[in-house]
C-alpha cells in the first residue's frame, strides 16, 4: 500500500491529449479501462520519468497514464500471467494512502483517488509486476534486499517510508479490533531489538511473533485465524495471479518478507523514475 507522503518533485498537470495520441499510435484503446497480457508498443518515449512526473486528474487519466507505465515494465519483465489489471476508483477504500495494488477473483486492481501522479502509479504497477516473478526471481530479490537492508545501502528515509507502509498492510490483515494495537506491537517490538540486524530484519523478526499470536481477518471456518493464516490465503493468492502453482515451500513468512521488500523495492523505483535516475 502507497503511503500518503508524496515523492518531493515537481509536478506537471498530465498531458491528457498526448497520451490519447501516443496508446492511439501504438494500437492500444484509450477507452477501454483493463491492461491485457499483450501491452501496447510504448517505447517511442524515451524514459519514464515524463510519465512519472505527469498528475492524472481523473479515473480516465489515470487508466490512459497507468497502461501506458505498466506497459512499459511489462516490456522489461516478461511474465507468465494472463490475469488483468484494472484501474478503478478508490470509492474511499484507501484510508490513509492514495492508490493501493490489490488482487481480487478477476485479476489485479490499481486503486486511485481522484488525483495522483505518475510516480505513483509506478510504485503501484511495480507492486502488480513483482507479484508475478518467478519463485526463483522472487527469492533473489528478497535476498538482495535484505542484504542491501544489513549494510546500510539503502537509503534511510526509503526504508521508513516502507516500513510505514508495510506496518499499514500488517495492521489490516489483522482482526479490525486490533487496528489500533497492532502499530504499536510492531514499532514497540523492532525498536527493542537491540541487535545490529538491518531495520527490515528487525521488522521481520517482529511480525514473525505478532503474526502467530494476532487475529487475523480471514475466517478458517474452524479454530482461531491469525495474521499469518491471513498471509498464508494472501500467498494463494499471488501464485494464482502469478499464473505459477505456489511452491510448497513458499510458507505465510516468505509472503510476508515478499510484501515487505516489495515495498522498499517499490519506493525506490518510483524515485528513481520520478527524479531520472
Known sequence: MHSPAPIAVPMRSLSFGALVLLIAATGASAQLPLVTQTPP???????????????????????????????????????????????????????EAIAAFAIDRVGGVIYVSDSIDGSTLYHESTHAM?????????????????????????EADLIDLARRSFTLSFTASAN?????????????????DSSTAGTLARLIRATDSAAVRLEGNVNKGWGRATIADAYDEAANSHWRYAGIARPES?????????RLIGEAVAYDRARRCALGY
Do not use: K, Y
Not at 516490456?75 to 477504500?93: C, K, V
Not at 513458499?250 to 515478499?258: A, G, I, K, N
Open 41 to 95: 508498443r510504448v517505447d517511442v518515449i524515451s524514459s519514464d520519468t515524463w510519465l512519472c512526473r505527469q498528475v492524472a486528474t481523473n479515473l480516465e487519466e489515470a487508466t490512459l497514464l497507468g497502461t501506458v507505465i505498466l506497459g512499459r515494465l511489462e516490456r522489461a519483465q516478461p511474465h507468465l500471467s494472463t490475469e488483468t489489471i484494472q484501474f478503478r476508483a478508490s470509492d474511499n477504500r484507501l484510508g
Open 176 to 192: 479490525p479490533q486490533l487496528w489500533g494495537l497492532v502499530p504499536m506491537v510492531l514499532t514497540s517490538a523492532a525498536f527493542s
Open 250 to 258: 513458499w510458507t505465510w513468512r516468505d509472503e510476508r518478507t515478499f
Open 130 to 154: 513483482m507479484l508475478r516473478l518467478t519463485p526463483d526471481a522472487a527469492r533473489l530479490e528478497m535476498a538482495r534486499v535484505l542484504a542491501a537492508d544489513s549494510t546500510g545501502r539503502i
